[in-house]
C-alpha cells in the first residue's frame, strides 16, 4: 500500500447563509481497502461523515445549518491503519451576533529578528453575557509606521477559553491589531484596537543586515514581487535566495523551504525579483561570504 492519503476535494472557506450550506469532500489512498472519514467543529462532539468506502476513493457530503459553529473545522481520515487530516474554516456571512478582541503584546520594542509574543482574548454576546469564542481562527496585521500597506504575519486559532497566542517577527517598526476571521470581511468588534510595536535594527549574521522584506501581488494577481536590501560590509555582494512554502501554518526556521529563484545583488545592496504568485510562506536567504537566513513571512 502506498503510504499516502490525498485530499482530492475540501472546502478552504464555507460562508454560512440563511439556509443549509452542502460541503462535498473527496479523498484519494491509493491501495487503501476503506476509507472512513468525521468532522470535527470548533464545539461539540465528532460528526461521523459519509459512508466507510469500499476501496480506495471516497466521497461524502455533509450539510451545514446556518447555525453551525464558526471557526476552523478539521476533516479526519482513516485509511486502513493510516491517519490523516484537513482543515477548513467556517464563516458568517453576516454578523449574526455581537463580538469582542482583546490584544497586546509582550513588549513594546523588539530588536531586528527576535520573536514577539502577542494574544489575546475573543468573545461572543450570548444572552446577554460575553463568553468564550471557541475554535475561531485570528489573524495577526501589521502595518508600518510611514506607510499604508497591511499585511498578515501569522494566524493563531482560539481555545475553548476564547484565548490566543502566537510569536511574530515585524520587519519594521509600526502597528499589530488581532482580526477575527468569522467573517467574509471585517466587521463591528472583529478587530482589536492597534498597538505601536518599535522595532530596533539588528545584525543577522557577521557583515548582514536585513531590510524590511517587501512583498507586492501585481494588479492581475498571477506574480509576487519580492524587494529587500541587505545592507553591512557583506550585504552589497553575493545573492539572494527566495524559498517557498506552502501551508496555512508557519514552517519551522530549520526548513529551508523551495528554492524559487537566485538574484544578484544591485545598486546599494537592493535585491528585487518577481516571479509566479503561490499562496503560502516566504524567506530570503543571502549567500556571501557567509549564508544568513531571514525568518519566514506570509504572503499576501
Do not use: C
Amino acid at each position: 500500500m502506498t503510504n499516502e492519503i490525498h485530499f482530492e476535494k475540501i472546502p478552504e472557506t464555507v460562508v454560512l447563509e440563511a439556509a443549509d450550506k452542502k460541503v462535498e469532500f473527496h479523498v484519494r489512498a491509493p491501495a487503501a481497502s476503506t476509507i472512513q472519514g468525521r468532522l470535527v467543529p470548533p464545539e461539540g462532539d465528532p460528526i461521523e461523515v459519509g459512508k466507510p468506502s469500499d476501496g480506495d476513493d471516497w466521497h461524502a457530503e455533509h450539510s451545514l445549518s446556518p447555525d453551525a459553529p464558526v471557526g476552523l473545522w478539521v476533516l479526519q481520515i482513516r485509511a486502513d491503519e493510516l491517519e490523516a487530516e484537513a482543515e477548513f474554516e467556517v464563516r458568517w456571512g453576516w454578523l449574526r451576533r455581537p463580538v469582542r478582541i482583546s490584544f497586546g503584546a509582550s513588549v513594546p520594542e523588539v530588536v531586528y529578528g527576535e520573536m514577539l509574543d502577542v494574544g489575546g482574548v475573543a468573545e461572543t454576546l450570548i444572552d446577554d453575557e460575553w463568553r468564550p469564542l471557541a475554535g475561531n481562527v485570528v489573524s495577526i496585521m501589521f502595518q508600518p509606521r510611514d506607510r499604508n500597506e497591511r499585511s498578515e504575519l501569522d494566524t493563531a486559532v482560539t481555545t475553548s477559553s476564547g484565548e490566543f497566542g502566537v510569536q511574530v517577527d515585524p520587519d519594521e517598526s509600526g502597528f499589530l491589531w488581532a482580526e477575527l476571521g468569522l467573517l467574509t470581511g471585517p466587521g463591528p468588534g472583529s478587530a482589536s484596537v492597534a498597538i505601536a510595536i518599535g522595532v530596533i535594527p539588528g545584525v543577522v549574521a557577521i557583515g548582514v543586515t536585513f531590510g524590511p522584506h517587501h512583498m507586492t501581488r501585481s494588479a492581475d494577481g498571477r506574480s509576487l514581487r519580492h524587494r529587500v536590501t541587505v545592507s553591512g560590509p557583506g550585504g552589497s555582494t553575493g545573492t539572494i535566495s527566495v524559498r517557498y512554502a506552502p501551508g496555512r501554518r508557519r514552517p519551522d526556521q530549520d526548513d529551508v523551504g523551495q528554492g524559487v529563484v537566485q538574484v544578484q545583488a544591485g545598486l546599494g545592496g537592493n535585491y528585487n525579483t518577481q516571479i509566479g504568485y503561490r499562496k503560502g510562506w516566504w524567506r530570503i536567504v543571502h549567500q556571501g561570504a557567509r549564508t544568513a537566513y531571514r525568518r519566514w513571512k506570509k504572503g499576501p
